[in-house]
């Protein structure tokens, strides 16, 4: 991590986290910050990037599990942590494969026969219409599936209050409180926890 | 189809994409582009007397510094005066780069292309611009007072004056039983997506073209600005709006500067470059809008019947108009609402200051308007002791007045003609749904508790759908795909799907086989863009069209095959089959090979349509493509419509107010929403509680702080407060239906509609709580605070409540 690469531009360090449990390591300066090398190094744009500053939430990715946003801190201090991104949050199996549980699932066939399922949030935002344009959604399922890991069976409050660190201009929230709601509910579905 | 599409809340397709991370955006492409970044003036008014690149140009990783000076033909040009009105006589537009005077914080002076944005931002804070500070007016106030111009071109700081009229309004209210006059205020806000602006563009040195791709609401308006300003055929550039982050209004303004000198630098670099706007950047250099100062004069009668109405409003452009006067247009028409008053006049003056230029923000001009209207209404109520509502039921347009045409010109330039809406319904609906007539009771109760509660109340007419026009092409596979394009572009609102529901229903097909393309030049070149809530209702009717068209192709050609008359036909499910004997039928996707005679087989189904596959007998007289037809199965429709569509809507709210803090809480917001026939109203009702939610923005937490220097001071969002969910309430809506006439859907737009009454309803409601006139918005607790104070030393005149039916007054005490 501290090895310098290149000289003549900027000096790049060598970067490796593991990120929705896969190891990757690229090479950036030392002021890159998290959200551009995830998007810009490791090519995972799903994480966006609305104010730079830390308000807005849209870049908020899971480190060790917890919510952070990743426009406030440098690549280089994600060092050998664990990172989800909203890439990393639908579950992933073989074509023969089947998830666990019942309940409502809206699966992605890839040309590589691997199946995708929805996380329970990911699936409540599109059952909810969570989603407008889609730039603050990642943020908000990030945010969203640690918040209910530690509280699986909000109340409508509770919803509120755990959406609102995070800043949507589209849908006026209220359909995020109710994907939030719904969910806890898939999720118990399920038998998992989101 | 034994399900009908159309009208159904149909779960969005783009959503399975977006909410796995592989939506693409602007900035999600060009991965190795180089990247621009900008020197913008730090000063609202000033002179550049020198730039000097020399600590910058060095730096490991510039490839180009640029400055106007760099700049070549058409580029160095102002850039183009989008809408030119008569009125608009003193239109200033900018440059792509400052080539003297700035004109406001954020003017962009320089451009740095680098490898990375990181370097460019470097070489950006290295380049030393010395200016001449020269003086700055900032706001109506001195704007108005012309001491100093923003334009030497615009005496007075005017840039356009309008007066439209109908009847003898100042007769009619110097002969009306009553008079009243308010002033009123509205500050600015912005649009304010979530993600900003950006441009990405790909020189072709071998096919001399340029592919742009940009974060806008019209790809059609870019790609043809593009190729004017670089001198270039329109075959050789293409525009591409990929997903966007949000618009809102914002993006239909274009081209920005950064839409011109991206591909301008791409092709004089031979590279991809790409800039993306950051959030500061998109305070200081995009757009706002709402600044508005509104003089009213009304007279009315006993019952609150208008008979003479008088609206003199200021209207604060920034520094440039661009976008031409739409949203004072806007304003002086919609202010109208669903009333008709007996002589309306109506004067508006757009002014030049020096801060950020104004266009279009979901609502565009009509939020004001109904700020306007609204607070008349009130006053009148007051003045007289009516009910509220009742003072708005005298003044309803009737559903047998439909349809109504106020006399003025709209913002298309054609008459402001209503074509439909049942206002007494809607009133109705809303009354029932917030239980207005229950209020009294439960103020009385609350009062008892030491709480101030108020009620607001707002009504609006929204003309959506404006054309000029809109197309739609439609082609389908040999595999039964069916692929659909439009021209205008999409920002959320759903359009992969509403969209593929009008095509499933139209041509027979399931849904899932319909895809829908958006803002794509290659697929589809004519298109106006999307904005004044109109592209259900232009691209919804014109590829309905376009399927109608397909749809009877298909039915002849399978006609030929079964041998039947095709008005024997139906397609169900994507087979076309003999109405009454569905065993007789041919696959959609069997027509589409059919449709297309070949010579070579590209595939299995592709060998039916070779010319020696043929079976039954031949008529060799007639040609493999008969005249008159085309090969494919496909079609185009256009749609045109002679005027807009009007949809309407009435919202109320319940606020308290602390009598200590004069915190403002809302308690209740109720919505009425007419927008014709819904296509998905999952999709509609998202739409409104958005608005609402930005409505509540505008009325409570948004504003633009300029100082006397021009500095915009909360340009970020740790100032500019935008709310979050813990500020926005729960909406609650019901919907009226009353379709349109004017097209065969029956739909009208439903974009903006939420936004428009929010700050007309919470200062209704705010004004019943408090029990004196607010005439100004958006208002903040401090705000409240101060006005009590003022009240209770006489400054501000008591309501006269004559229709409240509970006795204690809160509003003297604890102010």
Redesign the interface.
């Known amino acids: 991590m501290s090895e310098i690469l290149r000289t003549d531009l900027e000096p790049l360090v060598e970067i490796t986290m593991r990120v929705n449990g896969v190891k990757r390591t690229a090479a950036a300066p030392t002021r890159r910050l998290l959200s551009d090398f995830l998007r810009h190094e490791l090519r995972l744009t799903g994480t966006h990037v609305g104010c730079e500053h830390g308000v807005c939430g849209a870049c908020t990715v899971l480190i060790d599990g917890t919510p952070m946003r990743s426009c406030l801190m440098f690549a280089v201090t994600a060092q050998d942590h664990e990172i989800t991104t909203v890439e990393g949050l639908a579950e992933s199996f073989e074509e023969s494969g089947t998830g666990a549980g019942t309940g409502t699932r809206t699966g992605t066939r890839t040309d590589t026969g691997i199946t995708t399922t929805m996380s329970p949030v990911q699936q409540a935002f599109i059952e909810c219409h969570g989603l407008q344009c889609g730039f603050c959604t990642p943020g908000f399922l990030t945010t969203i599936t640690a918040y209910l890991k530690e509280n699986p069976d909000p109340t409508e409050t509770e919803a509120r209050e755990a959406i609102s660190g995070n800043l949507c201009r589209c849908t006026g929230y209220q359909n995020i409180v109710k994907s939030v709601l719904r969910a806890a509910e898939i999720a118990n579905e399920r038998g998992e926890r989101a | 189809m034994t399900t009908k599409m159309f009208g159904a809340p149909v ?2 397709r ?3 994409r ?8 602007l ?2 492409l060009g ?1 190795d582009a180089l990247a621009a970044a900008f020197v913008r003036s730090p000063y609202a008014h000033a002179r550049i007397l020198d730039i000097d690149v020399t600590n910058a140009i060095d730096i ?2 510039v490839i180009a510094i640029y400055t106007h000076e760099d700049l070549d033909g058409n580029t160095t040009e102002r850039l183009p005066l989008l809408i030119p009105h008569p009125a608009l006589t003193n239109p200033m537009t900018a440059y792509c780069l400052s080539p003297d005077v700035v004109k406001h914080v954020g003017e962009a002076v320089a451009m740095v292309v680098a ?2 944005r ?2 460019a931002e470097d070489a950006c804070e290295r380049i030393k611009v010395d200016y001449e500070q020269l003086p700055v007016v900032v706001g109506l106030a001195k704007s108005r007072a012309a001491e100093v111009l923003v334009h030497v071109e615009a005496p007075g700081n005017v840039a356009a004056h309008m007066v439209q009229e109908v009847g003898d309004a100042a007769a009619a209210i110097a002969s009306s039983p009553h008079q009243l006059t308010l002033s009123l205020q509205i500050e600015r806000s912005a649009s ?4 900003g602006k950006g441009v990405y563009a790909r020189w072709d040195s071998d096919e001399q073209s340029i592919r742009l791709y940009s974060s806008t609401q019209t790809s059609t308006g870019v790609r043809a600005a593009v190729a004017a300003k670089l001198g270039m055929p329109l075959a050789k550039v293409e525009c591409i709006a990929p ?4 618009g ?1 209004g914002v993006k239909i303004m274009h081209p920005w500067p950064e839409e011109v000198l991206i591909p301008w630098a791409a092709r004089r670099l031979d590279a991809e470059v790409k800039w993306v706007e ?2 500061r950047e998109h305070f200081i250099s995009s757009a706002h809008e709402r600044a508005q100062l509104q003089d009213v004069e009304v007279g009315f009668d006993d019952t609150g019947r208008v008979l003479g109405l008088s609206v003199k409003f200021w209207h604060d452009n920034g520094a440039y108009t661009p976008y031409g006067i739409i949203v004072p247009i806007i304003t002086s028409t919609q202010l109208l609402g669903p009333y008709k008053p007996g002589a309306y006049r109506v004067e508006f003056f757009s002014m030049y200051t020096n801060t950020v230029m104004v266009t279009p923000y979901r609502g565009a001009g009509r939020p004001q308007g109904v700020f306007a209207m609204e607070r008349t209404m009130d006053a009148i109520a007051d003045y007289l002791g009516l009910d509220r509502t009742d003072v708005r039921s005298a003044n309803f347009i009737q559903v047998e007045d439909m349809p109504y045409d106020h006399g003025l010109l709209f913002q298309d330039g054609r008459p402001l003609m209503y074509d439909s809406g049942d206002f007494p319904a809607s009133l109705a609906k809303l009354k029932a749904l917030v239980g207005w007539d229950d209020f009294a009771a439960y103020r009385a109760q609350a009062e008892a508790e030491g709480r101030r509660v108020g009620l607001g109340i707002g009504c609006y007419v929204e003309g959506t759908g404006v054309g000029p026009y809109e197309g739609g092409h439609i082609q389908v596979e040999t595999s039964g795909r069916v692929n659909v394009s439009t021209g205008l572009t999409s ?4 359009h992969q799907t509403v969209f593929a529901q009008i095509v499933a229903d139209e041509l027979g097909v399931p849904i899932e086989s319909v895809f829908v393309t958006t803002g794509d030049t290659r697929r589809f070149g004519y298109a106006v863009g999307t904005f004044a809530s109109r592209a259900a209702v232009m691209s919804g009717n014109a590829i309905a069209l376009a399927a109608r068209n397909v749809r009877e192709k298909a039915l002849r050609i399978a006609g030929e095959a079964l041998e039947v008359d095709p008005g024997d036909l139906e397609i169900v499910d994507g087979i076309v089959r003999v109405k009454g004997d569905p065993e007789s039928s041919i696959a959609l996707a069997t027509v589409a090979v059919m449709s297309n005679p070949l010579r070579y087989a590209f595939d299995e189904s592709a060998k039916a349509a070779t010319q020696f596959a043929h079976t039954g007998a031949m008529d060799y007289s007639k040609p493999p493509v008969a005249d008159g037809e085309e090969p494919g199965l496909e079609g185009k429709g256009y749609y045109s419509p002679t005027q807009a569509t009007f949809a309407n809507g009435m919202h109320a709210a319940i606020v308290e107010t602390d009598p200590q803090t004069a915190e403002i809480k809302i308690l209740r917001y109720c919505v009425i929403h007419d927008c014709g026939r819904m296509i998905n109203p ?2 509609v ?2 739409q409104v ?6 409505g509540v923005g505008g009325a409570l937490y948004e504003r633009m702080v300029y100082d006397d220097a021009g500095q915009l001071l909360n340009a ?3 100032d500019f407060l ?1 709310p ?3 500020e ?1 309430p ?2 609650e809506t019901d919907h009226l239906e009353t379709p349109s006439p004017l097209n065969s859907l029956g739909i009208k737009g439903a974009g903006e509609a ?1 936004t428009i009454p929010v700050s007309a309803v919470i200062a209704s409601a705010i004004e019943d709580a408090e029990g004196f006139p607010i005439t100004s918005m958006p208002i903040s607790p401090d705000e409240l605070w101060n006005l009590r104070r003022q009240h209770a030393e006489g400054l501000i005149p008591d309501l006269r409540r004559g229709s409240r039916t509970t006795s204690n007054s809160p509003t003297s005490t604890n102010a």
Do not use: K
């Open positions: 779960q969005r783009e959503d399975p977006l909410v796995s991370g592989n939506g693409r955006y900035d999600d991965q490991p990783g490898t990375d990181y370097v304010m997506p979530m993600e997903d966007v982050g949000g809102f950051d959030r920002q959320g609102q759903g999952m999709i009702e998202g509680h958005g608005g609402v939610a930005q970020s969002f740790m935008m979050y969910a813990s926005v729960h909406v939420g």
